[in-house]
């Protein structure tokens, strides 16, 4: 139902952008959020952003990454600007969906990794 573009390998103080689609039919797209999972690290919430557009940013990315979201075409992008080391990991796409208007409860679905690497 997700599928997250982009990520590589950048020199620490570049920039890359990662995206994600939602794909088949929906009735609704509620928040849509980005995670990463360092090597030998939990994963960890980094942004959100919600169906009004309120985003939120967790304080390691925050001035530095950029989210945003485009209701008509069903994707996410997180923009990456001034990458250090401590960004590589892999970055995970999730997004809270009200499938059918039938369903009683919304579902969170999941991207695939993508890598971002930021080497010194």
């Known amino acids: 139902q997700l599928q997250a573009f982009g990520g590589g390998s950048v020199q620490a103080g570049g920039s890359l952008s990662v995206s994600c689609a939602v794909s088949?039919?929906?009735?609704?797209?509620?928040?849509m959020s980005w995670y990463r999972q360092a090597p030998g690290k939990q994963r960890e919430l980094i942004a959100d952003?919600?169906?009004?557009?309120?985003?939120k940013y967790e304080d390691s990315v925050k001035g530095r990454f950029t989210i945003s979201r485009d209701d008509t075409k069903k994707t996410m992008s997180l923009q990456m600007n001034s990458l250090k080391p401590e960004d590589t990991a892999v970055y995970y796409c999730?997004?809270?969906?009200?499938?059918?208007?039938?369903?009683?409860?919304?579902?969170?679905?999941w991207g695939q990794g993508t890598l971002v690497t930021s080497p010194a």
């Open positions: 999730a997004a809270n969906i009200w499938v059918d208007p039938s369903d009683s409860i919304s579902k969170t679905f």
């Open positions: 088949g039919s929906v009735f609704s797209i509620n928040a």
């Open positions: 952003i919600t169906r009004t557009r309120i985003d």
